[in-house]
């Protein structure tokens, strides 16, 4: 994996996670990105419900200090079953 990025750290960083509708899943993402960022604020945290209400969509803001920091947060997300794509 090349560490060249686009990106000039610290940033604001969006992340978009898709998963299926459950009880769980926001407080998932919300705990996964609390790991590799402490200081990250849940209420910067938005839900949207498919059209079918089968799956939702979280957007969730932080602060990024480095590359190697988002790529570990979309591994840990995309290891978990609940999680159908993370962008």
Same mark, same amino acid.
């Given at each position: *994996?090349?560490?060249?990025?686009?990106?000039?750290?610290?940033?604001?960083?969006?992340?978009?996670? *898709?998963?299926?509708?459950?009880?769980?899943?926001?407080?998932?993402?919300?705990?996964?990105?609390?790991?590799?960022?402490?200081?990250?604020?849940?209420?910067?945290?938005?839900?949207?419900?498919?059209?079918?209400?089968?799956?939702?969509?979280?957007?969730?803001?932080?602060?990024?200090?480095?590359?190697?920091?988002?790529?570990?947060?979309?591994?840990?997300?995309?290891?978990?079953?609940?999680?159908? *794509?993370?962008?």
């Amino acid at each position: *994996m090349s560490d060249e990025t686009l990106l000039k750290f610290p940033c604001a960083f969006p992340i978009k996670v *898709m998963g299926e509708n459950v009880i769980t899943f926001e407080k998932l993402v919300v705990d996964t990105i609390l790991l590799h960022v402490p200081e990250f604020d849940p209420a910067s945290v938005s839900v949207r419900e498919s059209k079918g209400g089968k799956f939702l969509a979280i957007t969730a803001t932080f602060t990024a200090h480095s590359k190697a920091q988002i790529d570990a947060i979309y591994l840990a997300l995309s290891k978990h079953p609940s999680v159908k *794509m993370a962008l």
